[in-house]
């Protein structure tokens, strides 16, 4: 069965505090691998997509990893407006659909 | 930039009601999705258009259709509402099948 599977579900950090998120995924033919943000009662916020094992995507703050299992989402010095929930979602070669984890809720203190 | 506009934002319905959510993507998108999310879930995928025809399925209950139209603008009826179907109603578009951006939904409360 095909599933994505996000940790921790939440993360408190001071801000500053680098840390890294985890998705880890077990598809039958991977087309690409998603992360989204998401602020409460808001719609999805792209912000990454990778491809293959050994990709690396950066944004401000935000480094996105890819490996043939899981990926990682490093959060560097974070600020407190990076509070959200971290959705991660996996398509795949047999349709167009994103198939989501459950999400990290990251609470960043100032 | 244009983003993904849905409509209404926000919608009460009674029991047994009919609903029609409506979402125009983001200019020169030709693929749309639905997807629902229940309070503290996921999203989770219905149904997608690509091109004005249905592209891939999930698990949309058969009370729900959808159609993309000419201008590529998507329509998602609901009928026979049940409480159970209170939710964020999401809709996303893409370029082909690229990544796809996410409208700021339509919250949907069933009394």
């Known amino acids: 069965e095909d599933q994505v599977t996000q940790s921790p579900e939440a993360l408190r950090l001071q801000e500053g505090e680098s840390s890294s998120l985890n998705c880890s995924y077990t598809?039958?033919?991977?087309?690409?691998l998603f992360w989204y943000r998401q602020d409460p009662g808001k719609g999805p916020e792209f912000l990454f997509t990778?491809?293959?094992a050994g990709e690396e995507k950066e944004k401000e703050r935000l480094k996105a990893t890819l490996t043939k299992k899981e990926s990682f989402l490093h959060i560097t010095a974070p600020k407190p407006e990076d509070s959200a929930t971290y959705l991660c979602?996996?398509?795949?070669?047999?349709?167009?659909?994103?198939?989501f984890g459950k999400g990290t809720s990251l609470l960043v203190t100032p | 930039a244009a983003g993904v506009i849905q409509s209404p934002r926000h919608l009460i319905k009674e029991k047994r009601e009919t609903a029609t959510l409506k979402c125009y993507p983001i200019?020169?998108?030709?693929?749309v999705y639905w997807y629902q999310q229940g309070p503290g879930q996921d999203p989770q995928f219905l149904i997608s258009?690509?091109?004005?025809?249905?592209?891939d399925k999930g698990s949309i209950p058969d009370r729900f259709s959808a159609q993309q139209f000419s201008d590529y603008h998507s329509e998602l009826n609901m009928s026979s509402l049940e409480l159970g179907d209170s939710a964020l109603y999401f809709c996303?578009?893409?370029?082909?099948?690229?990544?796809?951006?996410f409208g700021p939904g339509t919250r949907l409360t069933v009394t």
């Open positions: 258009f690509y091109e004005k025809m249905q592209s």
């Open positions: 979602a996996a398509r795949l070669e047999s349709g167009y659909a994103l198939n």
């Open positions: 598809v039958s033919g991977l087309r690409g």
């Open positions: 200019p020169r998108h030709d693929t």
């Open positions: 996303a578009s893409s370029q082909k099948q690229h990544e796809q951006y």
């Open positions: 990778l491809y293959s």
